[in-house]
Protein backbone atom coordinates (compact mmCIF):
# COMPACT_ATOMS: atom_id res chain seq x y z
CA UNK A 1 0.00 0.00 0.00
CA UNK A 2 1.71 3.12 -0.98
CA UNK A 3 2.38 6.04 1.92
CA UNK A 4 3.90 8.99 2.76
CA UNK A 5 7.26 8.64 4.12
CA UNK A 6 9.49 11.54 6.06
CA UNK A 7 12.85 12.00 7.13
CA UNK A 8 14.70 12.54 9.27
CA UNK A 9 11.93 10.86 12.10
CA UNK A 10 14.00 13.18 14.77
CA UNK A 11 15.96 16.42 14.30
CA UNK A 12 17.63 18.16 16.93
CA UNK A 13 19.32 21.34 16.02
CA UNK A 14 19.90 25.10 17.87
CA UNK A 15 17.88 27.83 17.66
CA UNK A 16 18.73 30.52 14.78
CA UNK A 17 19.74 27.46 12.67
CA UNK A 18 18.22 25.96 9.32
CA UNK A 19 16.57 22.82 9.07
CA UNK A 20 15.16 21.24 5.99
CA UNK A 21 12.41 18.44 6.58
CA UNK A 22 12.09 15.91 3.82
CA UNK A 23 9.09 14.47 2.96
CA UNK A 24 7.86 12.17 -0.46
CA UNK A 25 4.09 11.92 -1.39
CA UNK A 26 1.89 9.29 -3.16
CA UNK A 27 3.31 8.98 -6.20
CA UNK A 28 -0.07 9.98 -7.95
CA UNK A 29 -1.12 12.34 -5.25
CA UNK A 30 -1.43 15.82 -6.28
CA UNK A 31 -1.47 18.32 -3.62
CA UNK A 32 0.50 18.19 -0.70
CA UNK A 33 0.68 19.76 2.77
CA UNK A 34 2.32 20.34 5.80
CA UNK A 35 0.98 20.54 9.80
CA UNK A 36 2.40 20.51 12.85
CA UNK A 37 1.40 19.34 16.37
CA UNK A 38 3.19 21.07 19.64
CA UNK A 39 3.42 18.95 22.82
CA UNK A 40 -0.44 18.70 24.19
CA UNK A 41 -1.84 20.85 21.12
CA UNK A 42 -3.70 20.02 18.16
CA UNK A 43 -2.70 19.22 14.59
CA UNK A 44 -2.40 22.40 13.01
CA UNK A 45 -2.40 23.17 9.37
CA UNK A 46 0.73 24.91 8.17
CA UNK A 47 0.47 25.10 3.95
CA UNK A 48 -0.80 23.52 1.28
CA UNK A 49 0.95 23.30 -2.47
CA UNK A 50 -0.26 22.63 -5.86
CA UNK A 51 1.12 22.47 -9.54
CA UNK A 52 3.96 23.94 -7.92
CA UNK A 53 2.64 26.77 -5.49
CA UNK A 54 1.72 27.55 -2.23
CA UNK A 55 -2.44 26.90 -2.12
CA UNK A 56 -2.71 28.00 1.01
CA UNK A 57 -0.72 29.02 4.18
CA UNK A 58 -2.28 29.67 7.39
CA UNK A 59 -1.04 32.55 9.71
CA UNK A 60 1.49 30.33 11.50
CA UNK A 61 3.12 30.17 8.35
CA UNK A 62 5.49 33.14 8.21
CA UNK A 63 8.30 34.18 6.65
CA UNK A 64 10.48 31.70 8.42
CA UNK A 65 8.96 28.94 6.43
CA UNK A 66 9.47 27.73 2.88
CA UNK A 67 8.17 24.95 1.00
CA UNK A 68 9.53 23.28 -2.32
CA UNK A 69 8.89 20.67 -4.56
CA UNK A 70 12.62 20.35 -5.87
CA UNK A 71 11.99 17.02 -8.26
CA UNK A 72 9.30 14.82 -8.74
CA UNK A 73 8.91 13.06 -5.49
CA UNK A 74 10.29 15.08 -2.50
CA UNK A 75 8.73 17.71 -1.02
CA UNK A 76 10.21 20.00 1.82
CA UNK A 77 9.92 22.29 4.29
CA UNK A 78 12.45 24.95 5.12
CA UNK A 79 12.63 26.72 8.69
CA UNK A 80 14.38 29.82 7.86
CA UNK A 81 15.67 30.12 11.84
CA UNK A 82 14.71 28.02 14.02
CA UNK A 83 13.08 29.15 17.43
CA UNK A 84 12.31 27.57 20.70
CA UNK A 85 8.67 27.74 19.65
CA UNK A 86 9.19 25.66 16.32
CA UNK A 87 9.69 22.33 18.93
CA UNK A 88 6.63 20.16 17.40
CA UNK A 89 5.66 17.15 15.16
CA UNK A 90 5.79 18.16 11.50
CA UNK A 91 3.69 16.00 9.30
CA UNK A 92 3.48 15.58 5.93
CA UNK A 93 0.66 14.49 3.67
CA UNK A 94 -0.78 14.63 0.25
CA UNK A 95 -4.44 13.44 -1.52
CA UNK A 96 -5.61 13.17 -4.87
CA UNK A 97 -7.25 14.42 -7.68
CA UNK A 98 -10.49 13.32 -6.91
CA UNK A 99 -10.91 13.76 -2.99
CA UNK A 100 -8.84 16.64 -2.13
CA UNK A 101 -10.52 16.08 1.30
CA UNK A 102 -8.52 12.95 1.74
CA UNK A 103 -5.58 13.28 3.17
CA UNK A 104 -2.85 10.68 4.20
CA UNK A 105 -0.07 11.44 6.77
CA UNK A 106 3.25 10.58 7.33
CA UNK A 107 5.02 9.36 10.45
CA UNK A 108 5.97 12.88 11.20
CA UNK A 109 9.89 14.40 11.99
CA UNK A 110 9.82 15.46 15.61
CA UNK A 111 11.72 18.45 15.73
CA UNK A 112 13.80 20.03 19.02
CA UNK A 113 15.28 23.02 19.39
CA UNK A 114 17.38 23.71 22.18
CA UNK B 1 -10.11 28.76 17.64
CA UNK B 2 -12.52 25.70 18.55
CA UNK B 3 -13.81 25.06 15.40
CA UNK B 4 -13.84 21.36 15.83
CA UNK B 5 -14.36 20.24 19.66
CA UNK B 6 -13.83 16.50 21.05
CA UNK B 7 -14.99 16.82 24.14
CA UNK B 8 -14.24 13.84 25.50
CA UNK B 9 -10.29 13.22 26.10
CA UNK B 10 -10.83 9.90 27.01
CA UNK B 11 -13.05 6.53 26.83
CA UNK B 12 -12.72 3.10 28.07
CA UNK B 13 -14.75 0.43 26.50
CA UNK B 14 -14.69 -3.41 26.65
CA UNK B 15 -13.12 -5.53 23.67
CA UNK B 16 -16.56 -6.60 21.37
CA UNK B 17 -18.54 -4.04 22.05
CA UNK B 18 -19.82 -0.57 20.73
CA UNK B 19 -17.02 2.90 21.19
CA UNK B 20 -18.66 5.96 20.22
CA UNK B 21 -16.59 9.03 19.76
CA UNK B 22 -18.21 12.62 19.91
CA UNK B 23 -17.24 15.65 17.65
CA UNK B 24 -19.14 18.78 17.53
CA UNK B 25 -18.07 21.91 14.76
CA UNK B 26 -19.44 25.14 14.45
CA UNK B 27 -18.54 26.29 10.92
CA UNK B 28 -21.26 25.91 9.14
CA UNK B 29 -19.11 25.94 5.70
CA UNK B 30 -17.16 22.79 6.79
CA UNK B 31 -18.53 20.30 3.87
CA UNK B 32 -16.74 17.17 4.52
CA UNK B 33 -15.96 15.54 8.30
CA UNK B 34 -12.92 12.81 8.72
CA UNK B 35 -11.85 10.85 11.40
CA UNK B 36 -8.23 9.63 11.91
CA UNK B 37 -6.62 7.05 13.87
CA UNK B 38 -3.11 7.89 16.09
CA UNK B 39 -0.74 5.47 17.56
CA UNK B 40 2.07 7.42 19.33
CA UNK B 41 4.76 8.33 17.53
CA UNK B 42 2.88 7.89 14.23
CA UNK B 43 1.25 10.03 11.81
CA UNK B 44 -2.52 10.01 11.36
CA UNK B 45 -4.10 7.06 9.95
CA UNK B 46 -7.11 8.03 7.59
CA UNK B 47 -10.28 6.18 8.48
CA UNK B 48 -13.51 6.99 7.18
CA UNK B 49 -14.71 10.20 6.00
CA UNK B 50 -18.70 11.74 5.27
CA UNK B 51 -20.33 14.61 3.03
CA UNK B 52 -22.20 16.86 4.67
CA UNK B 53 -25.11 16.38 1.77
CA UNK B 54 -25.27 12.53 3.83
CA UNK B 55 -26.10 11.62 7.36
CA UNK B 56 -24.37 8.24 7.41
CA UNK B 57 -21.31 6.13 5.89
CA UNK B 58 -20.31 2.91 6.98
CA UNK B 59 -17.35 0.52 6.47
CA UNK B 60 -16.93 -2.35 7.91
CA UNK B 61 -16.61 -2.04 11.84
CA UNK B 62 -16.37 2.07 11.59
CA UNK B 63 -19.73 3.89 10.91
CA UNK B 64 -19.97 7.73 11.07
CA UNK B 65 -22.97 9.56 11.85
CA UNK B 66 -23.79 13.39 10.88
CA UNK B 67 -26.60 15.69 12.40
CA UNK B 68 -26.01 18.87 10.61
CA UNK B 69 -28.61 20.73 12.34
CA UNK B 70 -26.37 19.84 15.66
CA UNK B 71 -23.57 20.28 14.07
CA UNK B 72 -22.30 17.02 15.58
CA UNK B 73 -20.54 13.97 14.41
CA UNK B 74 -19.94 10.45 15.87
CA UNK B 75 -17.59 7.60 15.22
CA UNK B 76 -18.89 4.16 15.73
CA UNK B 77 -16.94 1.27 16.39
CA UNK B 78 -18.40 -2.47 16.43
CA UNK B 79 -17.78 -4.53 17.49
CA UNK B 80 -14.45 -2.95 19.35
CA UNK B 81 -10.99 -4.83 19.15
CA UNK B 82 -7.90 -4.13 21.69
CA UNK B 83 -6.22 -3.04 18.30
CA UNK B 84 -8.30 -0.34 17.77
CA UNK B 85 -7.09 1.38 21.74
CA UNK B 86 -5.46 4.85 20.06
CA UNK B 87 -6.06 8.30 19.95
CA UNK B 88 -8.67 9.56 17.44
CA UNK B 89 -8.86 13.27 15.87
CA UNK B 90 -12.02 13.87 13.97
CA UNK B 91 -11.10 16.68 10.93
CA UNK B 92 -13.14 18.90 9.50
CA UNK B 93 -12.58 20.80 5.73
CA UNK B 94 -13.50 23.94 3.92
CA UNK B 95 -13.84 24.38 0.41
CA UNK B 96 -12.12 27.70 -0.66
CA UNK B 97 -11.38 29.23 -4.17
CA UNK B 98 -9.07 26.31 -5.73
CA UNK B 99 -8.91 22.97 -4.98
CA UNK B 100 -5.94 22.17 -2.04
CA UNK B 101 -7.92 21.78 1.39
CA UNK B 102 -6.78 22.47 5.03
CA UNK B 103 -7.99 20.01 7.13
CA UNK B 104 -9.07 21.19 11.09
CA UNK B 105 -8.70 19.12 13.51
CA UNK B 106 -10.09 18.24 16.77
CA UNK B 107 -8.22 17.76 20.32
CA UNK B 108 -8.06 13.68 20.21
CA UNK B 109 -9.86 11.18 22.09
CA UNK B 110 -7.88 8.23 23.77
CA UNK B 111 -9.72 5.31 23.40
CA UNK B 112 -8.85 2.06 25.16
CA UNK B 113 -10.40 -1.14 24.61
CA UNK B 114 -10.14 -3.68 27.56
CA UNK B 115 -9.93 -7.01 26.74
Known amino acids: EPEVTQTPSHQVTQMGQEVILRCVPISNHLYFYWYRQILGQKVEFLVS????????KSEIFDDQFSVERPDGSNFTLKIRSTKLEDSAMYFC????????????FGPGTRLTVT | DQQVKQNSPSLSVQEGRISILNCDYT??????FLWYKKYPAEGPTFLIS?????DKNEDGRFTVFLNKSAKHLSLHIVPSQPGDSAVYFCAASEYFSGSARQLTFGSGTQLTVLP
Open chain 1, 49 to 56: FYNNEISE
Open chain 2, 27 to 32: NSMFDY
Open chain 2, 50 to 54: ISSIK
Open chain 1, 93 to 104: ASSGQIRTYEQY
